[in-house]
Nanobody, 115 residues
């Protein structure tokens, strides 16, 4: 069973940057595509970005050009570098794989963009 632990969130001013990290337990991590998702208060969870096992990357339109997803298979981690943050990026951020069945969701990491 894979366990996911997200970290790196915090409070940042508009225009600032944060780097999120997702640590995954279990074997065969490098064979999975992985994604970042986010859920803002009162809204459904939405997809943010995906990286395949071959490091092909895709992004949702609202974050394209500002966020960068990456992975380190040796460390079983997936990261999300977030630049030029906007108040509308405020949400709890989660990682998981983009296919079913999903892994059990982690606790997420809160990102708040506010002046």
């Amino acid at each position: 069973q894979v366990e996911l632990v997200e970290s790196g969130g915090g409070l940042v001013q508009p225009g600032g940057s944060l780097r999120l990290s997702c640590a995954a337990s279990g074997s065969n991590f490098n064979s999975y595509p992985m994604s970042w998702y986010r859920q803002a208060p009162g809204k459904q969870r939405e997809w943010v970005a995906t990286i395949t096992s071959g490091s092909i990357k895709n992004y949702a339109d609202p974050v394209k050009g500002r966020f960068t997803i990456s992975r380190d298979n040796a460390k079983n981690t997936v990261s999300l570098q977030m630049n030029s943050l906007k108040p509308e990026d405020t949400a709890v951020y989660y990682c998981n794989r983009p296919v079913f069945p999903k892994f059990p969701w982690g606790q997420g990491t809160q990102v708040t963009v506010s002046s």
